[in-house]
């Protein structure tokens, strides 16, 4: 119950296309749904973050759609450029725990 | 502002010996946290401390692993014994204390891990 799931593993995109990535949870306790955007040897950097009480967060070229009734939530990318390529994680948190839920990963690559 | 900072950045322990990892939140934060993340997979918590205190160890294995949060110092996570599975990057993160002493969904910040080769 406590897992996040998160697919494609991996997803190829032309430059200047959308990018989208899916999430999916069970428990319904999670209040806070971050996304991560990692680059090889770096850590996990915050991109954009979502709580249940909206449908849709837009953050320049990212945003996240979530939906509370199918407990799924999913980050695009619009007019993704080669500087995305990396791996993103969504992951979730616990209302009033402080642990964050990762997802598997998805690597992306965005060909020019 | 520094971010969270960690040492060693690349660690090499044969069978048997000990890893310290350490870490250093952010300025003004008080919540530390440790994440695993095996070889193409995502990241796995391990614990949640905040000064003097672990709050939260579910994600720690039973044996050869502890975790500190001194009142002064880095945070070190200490691994006793490594066996080649210890194999993996570690990673801290941070995040500001909330309102009555809880993390009220602020950020967490990461810092750039930690990464352990078990020769």
């Known amino acids: 119950q406590q897992q996040v799931k998160q697919s494609p593993q991996s997803l190829i995109v032309q430059k200047g296309g959308i990018s989208i990535i899916n999430c999916a949870y069970e428990?319904?306790?999670?209040?806070?749904f971050p996304w991560y955007q990692q680059f090889p040897g770096k850590g996990p950097a915050l991109l954009i973050a979502?709580?249940?009480?909206?449908s849709e967060k837009k953050e320049g070229r990212f945003t996240i759609s979530f939906n509370k009734s199918a407990k799924q939530f999913s980050l695009h990318i619009m007019d993704s450029q080669p500087g995305d390529s990396a791996t993103y994680f969504c992951?979730?948190?616990?209302?009033?725990?402080?642990?964050?839920?990762f997802g598997q990963g998805t690597r992306l690559t965005i060909n020019p | 502002n520094a971010g969270v900072m960690q040492n060693p950045r690349h660690l090499v322990r044969r069978r048997g010996q000990e890893a310290r990892l350490r870490c250093s939140p952010m300025?003004?934060?008080?919540?530390v946290y440790w994440y695993r993340q095996l070889p193409e997979e995502g990241l796995k918590f391990m614990v949640y401390?905040?000064?003097?205190?672990?709050?939260?160890e579910s994600g720690m294995p039973k044996e050869r692993f502890s975790a500190e949060f001194p009142k002064e110092g880095p945070s070190i996570l200490r691994i006793q014994q490594v066996v080649r599975g210890d194999s993996a990057a570690y990673f801290c993160?941070?995040?500001?204390?909330?309102?009555?002493?809880?993390?009220?969904?602020?950020?967490?910040?990461f810092g750039e891990g930690s990464g352990l080769t078990v020769v």
């Open positions: 401390l905040q000064k003097e205190n672990i709050i939260d």
């Open positions: 979502i709580r249940p009480d909206v």
């Open positions: 993160a941070s995040s500001p204390k909330g309102r009555a002493g809880r993390n009220s969904g602020n950020t967490t910040y």
């Open positions: 992951a979730a948190r616990n209302q009033g725990a402080q642990k964050l839920v």
């Open positions: 428990n319904t306790a999670f209040d806070y």
């Open positions: 300025k003004g934060h008080s919540h």
